[in-house]
């Protein structure tokens, strides 16, 4: 992304900058940093909490140079809330929901688990950082597919952190999924497994990632 830039969700600018490598280093000085825009003309540099996917959203402005920023074993395209320790990536080709999981499975990840508020702000906010992402409802982990109404993760833990839609979760509907949709202030609905075809959210564990299927 050059010669563009894009002027929401701007964590700090700063002032000063002569070089790219100078605005890399600041972005990863600050954990809460996930990309960074380098205003080269102004010497400026534009810290952001969200990686931005859709060029066509920013505004031209030539001599800007645009850097995602990750650590470890977060790969190239996805999303690294080092805050969190959180590395996902939102998938925008709609699926069922057990070709999701596969497809999530095949890399050795697993449908995004939203624990916490933190990481339910967090994944909102990345959604409508950009035109691409910013679409009606995605995946995440979630089911009471072993027993009606008892809610778990893939590994089997308890959801304790819930963000459910008012009147959500149906019952009686059998297998479930959660996903989060846009028109709803991105809260959790439920709904039969093969309904619909959805947009999803793929997490990385970098510490104990699933064997590659």
């Not at 701007?10 to 205003?39: G, K």
């Not at 009147?167 to 039969?192: A, C, E, M, Q």
């Amino acid at each position: 992304m050059a010669d563009i830039l894009i002027n929401k969700n701007i964590l700090t600018e700063v002032s000063n900058a002569l070089t790219d490598t100078q605005c890399v280093v600041l972005c990863l000085q600050n954990e809460a940093c996930v990309s960074v825009f380098h205003r080269r003309q102004r010497r400026r540099c534009q810290l952001h909490d969200v990686l931005f996917l859709s060029p066509q959203d920013g505004e031209e402005e030539a001599g800007t140079v645009y850097y995602s920023v990750r650590t470890g074993d977060c790969p190239s395209g996805y999303v690294h809330n080092r805050l969190l320790n959180f590395c996902y990536q939102l998938h925008t080709d709609q699926k069922k929901y057990n070709v999701s999981v596969a497809d999530c499975r095949s890399r050795g990840e697993y449908l995004a688990v939203i624990d916490s508020e933190e990481k339910q702000n967090h994944v909102t906010k990345q959604i409508q950082s950009s035109s691409d992402t910013n679409v009606s409802s995605y995946f995440i982990d979630g089911s009471d597919a072993a027993e009606e109404g008892q809610w778990v993760f893939h590994d089997g833990r308890k959801l304790t952190y819930k963000a459910w839609a008012p009147g959500y979760p149906l019952h009686g509907t059998g297998r479930n999924y959660i996903v989060s949709i846009k028109s709803d202030n991105f809260r959790w609905h439920n709904s039969k497994v093969a309904k619909h075809d959805k947009y999803y959210i793929c997490e990385k564990n970098m510490l104990n990632p699933l064997p590659i299927e």
